[in-house]
């Protein structure tokens, strides 16, 4: 549950980037430190884990407004995508509030991202949370690939892969480019507003 500072009258969020190893959730944290940059009051703090790292910073979200007459604060965090840090990504989805599940498209991926999402929803139970309560958004990221002649899942794939129960909005993506890497951010935090919202009423 999110961190109610009474002091400050400040709801605190955190939202998790989460999916498989090297599939762009760190891009999409680097790309929205840059294109953001007057709403985070934060540097982008980087934890080294031996050949991975977790990613983390604050930002102002526009336009929000408050709840309940307090100010919002968004905590954006990346998960090490490698399966051995999964001690690791158990910590830092302690206390999260929101999802960012990040697919990677390449058809050799494909078993990766189930595997990964599949992990998320043990974790989830380990911290009495459900996949199917959270507010959870999925990106489907590199889709830059398919012009480059990269094989590339298709979007009806993924859909029936990883969407098929959990039925929550979905992004085709490139981070790298910053293709609807906003538009991901913008609708996690919509939804995830909307439930702090109803869990205070």
Known sequence: MSFINLKDKVIQVKIVYYGPGRGGK??????????????????????????DRTLFFDFLPFDMGQIK????????YTVPGQIKYNATRKLVLRGVDGIVFVADTQQQM???NIGSLNQLHQN???????????????????????????????????????????????????????????????????STVMSIQRKLS
């Open 26 to 51: 760190t891009t999409n944290l680097e790309y929205i430190n840059r294109r953001f940059r007057k709403q985070i009051q934060s540097e982008m703090v980087s934890l080294k884990t031996h050949g």
């Open 110 to 112: 494909r078993g990766k």
């Open 124 to 190: 989830l139970v380990g911290l009495k949370e459900s996949i199917f309560r959270i507010p959870l958004v999925m990106q489907y990221n590199k889709i830059d690939l398919r012009k480059q002649g990269i094989p590339v899942l298709p979007t009806n794939i993924l859909e029936h892969d990883l969407n098929s129960k959990l039925k929550v909005p979905s992004f085709e993506a490139s981070a790298l480019t910053g293709y609807n890497v906003p538009e991901t951010l913008k609708k996690i935090i919509s």
């Open 69 to 76: 007459g307090f100010d919002l604060k968004i905590q954006l």
